[in-house]
């Protein structure tokens, strides 16, 4: 029974020598203050009062965030929210633990260093539209410094770009009036096809109504003419048939009209011979009509003769 207490206190010795070390980490073990040995994950032992743990590392992808301020190229003062990804390597424990007394830091310097250098190349758009290779440059300069620091950089990325509020209204009034000016045209096109579209079928409209009022004129002379000839076999002789036509469309007309109670007849003074007068007027005008036609149909025909004539003459 006496050994007893030694028993237990040789086994809390033993047993305080013992401990675990989570997955994806790695615990580091020194001796008299000496680095001993890096411990992984699992169970594992250790000297008891002579060896420690100094420190224990995480080897997960870890991200830190830094939120960098600096100038463009044409004098607008951002804000670049930048997320760098690193992780330790594994095969360099010794030198992320021991080289660097504080890597967030570090990283956090080496992130300005490059944001200030190459947004000032850039003017505000090209910042926008070129972030990918901000985040590139931050990549290449923070994987060259810190791979001698046992860090593995996985990625950099630029996840926000702020400028000034009034640099944000300005660029938001720009949009706004470019849009309003693509609109503006847009309108204007649309105006120019409706008057195009609406002069096109008012031109329509003419044609087609002077060529129903041609064919009406049409219509009506040879009515005229057949009127006459039946006339004629009566024995009513052409200025008669001609004069009891044009008084018998006159009472027509007035009859017509008188239909309708809402229009208005006006009277002109006149006498007997009146229906006889514009007869005659008639005749003269469809007589120097006739004519007209006649002599502008052998000037055609002249002309077209002439025409064949040089012709056969070049020809020859």
Known sequence: MMFLPFLILGLMVILSGIFTVKQQSAA?????????????AGLQFKVPF????????NLKIQQLDVLVETKTKDNVFVKLKVSVQFKILSDAIYDAFYKLENPYEQITAY???TV?????????DDV???????????RRDLADAMNEYGYDIVKALVTDIDPDQQVKHAMNRINASEREKVAAEYEAEADRIKIVAKARAEAESKRLQGQGIADQRREIAKGLEESVEVLNKVGINSQE???LIV????????QSMGENSNSNLILLPNNPSSASNMLSD???SFTASMQMGEEMKRGSEEKKAEKIKLERRDGK
């Open 28 to 40: 580091l073990v020194e001796r008299f203050g000496k680095f001993q040995s890096i411990k992984r």
């Open 50 to 57: 002579l060896d420690r743990i100094a420190g224990r590392v």
């Open 111 to 113: 992130v300005f260093d």
């Open 116 to 124: 200030r250098a190459e947004v000032p190349k850039m003017k505000l």
């Open 128 to 138: 926008f539209e070129r972030k990918d290779d901000v985040a590139l440059a931050i």
């Open 241 to 243: 048939a001609s004069a």
């Open 247 to 254: 008084v018998t469309q006159h009472y027509d007309t007035l």
């Open 282 to 284: 008639m005749v003269t």
